[in-house]
Structures are given as structure tokens and as C-alpha cells.
């Protein structure tokens, strides 16, 4: 792939953010769940960069230009203590879009996690009909696991979302 890489966090990309993901356009039709405040990303930016032991976010870059973001949050399958994975996320701008550019971010995603944490599982989801996300997921190495029924709220309608997940040996095949 070209040259996608991962960096943390600048304060000049939360305004980069801000400005693409501030509307159904710059978010796209799967990720726009209303207005939002980035009050709340601006304080913990100023506290930890958004490098934080229980998640985080890293700036998406294509070249020299932002490109977007992923992020990371703990999952749970049963107790906390035992049964933690990451579910991670992705926000490309539109000009960056339908490129490769999100499956090439996510695997480096995935790798960055997998080398830095010791979590087993890396899950993430889209909605049943982001058929790019789905196929990006599936070639950044993760598979499709199931159909999460009505669990998504989003433009006035609850919406099916199709989980996907990698697991620790999994992954070194995709690398």
C-alpha cells in the first residue's frame, strides 16, 4: 500500500476533525448520530493526548495530510478483569475514502494493539449494509462473526450491525 501510516494525536487535527466529522456529510451516512460538543475530545486531548490506559485515538495519515482517526475502547464478554478485548473504530475523511486507505489503517491498528497491549481479541462493527467497511475489515484481517439485531441507533431508526473480530494468532498472517 502507499504510504498510510499512524501517529498520535495533534492539537491542529482537532480542528481537522472537528471541521470534516461536524455534519452527515464530512461523517457519512453510517456514522452521523447528531451534533455533538468536541468539549469533552479537547479536555481529555489536553490531559493525555488521547493516549489513555483504557483507549484511545490515533490520527490517520496519507503522506504529509490527515487523512482521519482511529480509536480504541474496551469490549467486554464477561467479567472486566478476564474477559477484555478492544473494539476499535475508524473516521476517514471523504476525500480519503473508497482508496484502501481504511483497511491499510486498520491493520496497522490492529498490529500497533496487538505489539503494545495484551488483550486476545480486537472486535469491531459496521452497519449491515457499509458493505466498503465490511470488505476493508475483512481484508485487514478481521472476520465476520455475526449480525447484531436493532443494536444501533442512529437517523431515526435502530439499525442491524455485523460484528467482526481478529484474533492474537490471526493477526501475525495479515502483517
Same mark, same amino acid.
Given at each position: 500500500?502507499?504510504?498510510?501510516?499512524?501517529?498520535?494525536?495533534?492539537?491542529?487535527d482537532?480542528?481537522?476533525?472537528e471541521?470534516?466529522?461536524?455534519?452527515?456529510?464530512?461523517t457519512?451516512?453510517?456514522?452521523?448520530?447528531?451534533?455533538?460538543s468536541g468539549?469533552?475530545?479537547?479536555?481529555?486531548?489536553?490531559?493525555?493526548?488521547?493516549?489513555?490506559?483504557?483507549g484511545?485515538?490515533?490520527?490517520?495519515?496519507?503522506?504529509?495530510?490527515?487523512?482521519g482517526?482511529v480509536?480504541?475502547?474496551p469490549?467486554?464478554?464477561?467479567?472486566?478483569e478476564?474477559?477484555?478485548?478492544?473494539?476499535?473504530?475508524i473516521?476517514?475523511? %471523504?476525500a480519503? !475514502?473508497?482508496?484502501g486507505i481504511?483497511t *491499510? =489503517? #486498520?491493520?496497522?491498528?490492529? &498490529?500497533?494493539?496487538?505489539?503494545?497491549?495484551?488483550?486476545?481479541?480486537?472486535?469491531?462493527?459496521?452497519?449491515?449494509?457499509?458493505?466498503a467497511?465490511?470488505?476493508?475489515?475483512e481484508? %485487514?484481517?478481521f !472476520?465476520?462473526?455475526?449480525?447484531i439485531? *436493532? =443494536? #444501533?441507533?442512529?437517523?431515526? &431508526?435502530?439499525h442491524d450491525?455485523?460484528?467482526?473480530?481478529?484474533l492474537?494468532?490471526?493477526?501475525?498472517s495479515?502483517?
Amino acid at each position: 500500500m502507499g504510504d498510510c501510516r499512524l501517529r498520535p494525536v495533534e492539537e491542529s487535527d482537532l480542528d481537522c476533525f472537528e471541521a470534516e466529522f461536524s455534519d452527515r456529510a464530512g461523517t457519512g451516512e453510517y456514522q452521523w448520530f447528531g451534533y455533538r460538543s468536541g468539549q469533552g475530545v479537547r479536555e481529555r486531548f489536553a490531559k493525555s493526548g488521547l493516549l489513555e490506559p483504557d483507549g484511545g485515538v490515533l490520527t490517520v495519515c496519507w503522506g504529509d495530510e490527515v487523512a482521519g482517526r482511529v480509536e480504541w475502547f474496551p469490549g467486554y464478554w464477561g467479567r472486566r478483569e478476564t474477559s477484555m478485548c478492544w473494539t476499535t473504530a475508524i473516521g476517514l475523511r %471523504a476525500a480519503f !475514502r473508497g482508496q484502501g486507505i481504511g483497511t *491499510e =489503517a #486498520q491493520r496497522l491498528l490492529v &498490529a500497533y494493539l496487538f505489539d503494545h497491549t495484551r488483550v486476545h481479541r480486537i472486535q469491531a462493527f459496521t452497519d449491515a449494509g457499509n458493505q466498503a467497511e465490511q470488505r476493508a475489515l475483512e481484508k %485487514a484481517g478481521f !472476520r465476520r462473526e455475526g449480525v447484531i439485531r *436493532e =443494536a #444501533q441507533w442512529r437517523a431515526g &431508526a435502530w439499525h442491524d450491525q455485523v460484528l467482526y473480530a481478529v484474533l492474537r494468532p490471526e493477526a501475525a498472517s495479515v502483517q
